[in-house]
């Protein structure tokens, strides 16, 4: 009978992890069950959390050279509020589409890391004024949040995040899209489009909530709890309800919520297949080029050996040359020997036949002019010369002699009287 009636005043366990329910709520510590009471169906009241779990396991660490490093949460979707000039409130709607756009969040890779917004953009012209470190490495990101790695550098602002100041807000520019509509529950005035990321802010306080942060210890890195009361005018035992489970935890939730939970996985999976391919590319792109180097060396090696590699005719023409060259410094009586390069032959050439030319800081230029105008003076000499000669065979030089013409036309007279005398007939 005892027995019995232990049984009967056994707790009513949680249908989540199995713990005894206290009060209807789950003690364990996580978990957050609370067993649903009848209302009143004129007004309930629900405590609602929207609970982050860090499945990526983002922690912080310093480097051997007291850097700060490693991956946090940085923005998420959803609706965000904005102050006018006037004071009035705009609600802009961060829609996954945009969010997790490829070159949207290909554009948050490689940039500054600021203490705190500054007043302008980040350039290349600013950067060392406002930069205490830089995002790196691949952009990751879940249906809600996007993430990257994060080095900071600067010992000033490394020992205020150790110190608490950890919550981080991109600065970026976008266009809007004056259409208001109503997301998940919650209107907006307007979608930003084309988001492009310029530089991601330390601060006190983000936008984007306790998600994007960074953390340092492992009660960060664990469960961050977002919980307000509300009041619903409706009966709770109206509303359509369906079940779906998450890492092996069943929730409910309703229609609408499931279905924009299933979507934004489906956006998920679809950009994040985009990326993968876009990496197989870009892996292809790299191999190609890394084919195309090796081919370029390969050419440049087979053009350096046939440097060395000179055609027989080609040869033929060169030692013509040589043979030509030898031969003017001979005639320019101008001693050679095997050392001296075309260039020293004819330099020598030109100092002998012209010894008032000034060769010092004279290029391959002048000195082949200088060498072609001795060459030509020396064919000239040469021609000179043998005209000479010849007219010196022809008409040897004989001794000079005076000529008499009175004696000469006296000799002639006597001829022509006395025929015999000079051996006529």
């Not at 366990?13 to 713990?19: D, E, L, R, S, V």
């Not at 489970?245 to 979507?263: F, M, R």
């Not at 036309?409 to 001829?415: G, L």
């Amino acid at each position: 009978m005892a027995d019995e009636e232990v049984a009967a005043e056994e707790k009513e366990k949680c249908p989540k992890c199995g713990a005894e329910l206290e009060d209807g709520a789950c003690p364990k510590d996580g978990c957050g069950y609370k067993k649903k009471k009848k209302t009143d169906s004129s007004e309930a009241t629900v405590l609602r959390g929207d609970v982050y779990e860090d499945d990526w396991n983002f922690s912080f660490r310093d480097t051997p050279e007291g850097y700060l490093m490693g991956k946090a949460v940085v923005t998420n979707i959803g609706v965000f509020t904005y102050m006018n000039s006037d004071g009035t409130v705009r609600r802009e709607l961060r829609h996954p589409d945009e969010v997790f756009n490829f070159d949207s969040m290909w554009s948050l890779v490689g940039k500054p890391i600021t203490n705190d917004h500054p007043d302008v953009m980040v350039t290349a012209e600013n950067i060392r004024d406002f930069s205490v470190g830089k995002t790196e490495g691949n952009p990751i990101f879940d249906p809600y949040h996007l993430a990257i790695g994060l080095v900071i550098d600067e010992p000033e602002t490394i020992q205020q995040v150790k110190a608490g100041k950890r919550a981080l807000s991109c600065g970026y520019s976008c266009n809007l899209d004056w259409t208001p509509g109503n997301y998940l529950g919650t209107p907006y005035d307007a979608v930003q489009r084309n988001i492009r990321y310029n530089h991601l802010s330390i601060v006190d306080k983000g936008r984007a909530g306790d998600a994007a942060k960074i953390r340092i210890d492992s009660v960060d890195s664990s469960i961050i709890h977002h919980a307000q009361e509300v009041k619903e005018d409706v009966q709770v035992a109206e509303k359509t309800m369906r079940t779906i489970s998450l890492d092996s935890v069943d929730y409910q939730a309703e229609d609408k919520v499931i279905d924009a939970y299933n979507a934004s996985i489906a956006t998920s999976k679809d950009l994040q297949a985009k990326v993968d391919s876009l990496a197989s590319e870009k892996s292809a792109v790299e191999a190609e080029r890394d084919a195309l180097k090796e081919k370029v060396v390969s050419l440049q090696k087979e053009i350096d050996g046939k440097k060395n590699t000179v055609d027989a005719s080609e040869v033929d023409k060169l030692v013509k040359a040589r043979l030509a060259l030898l031969e003017v410094a001979k005639k320019a009586d101008v001693d050679v020997n095997d050392t001296m390069s075309e260039k020293d032959i004819k330099i020598a050439v030109i100092k002998k036949m012209a010894p008032s030319a000034k060769l010092d800081g004279a290029n391959d230029s002048y000195i082949n002019t200088r060498f072609e105008i001795v060459c030509e003076d020396m064919e000239a000499q040469a021609k000179s010369d043998v005209e000479s000669n010849v007219r010196k065979i022809a008409s040897p030089e004989a001794p000079e002699k005076k000529v008499d013409a009175e004696a000469s036309r006296q000799a002639y007279i006597d001829r022509m009287l006395n025929p015999k005398k000079s051996g006529g007939k």
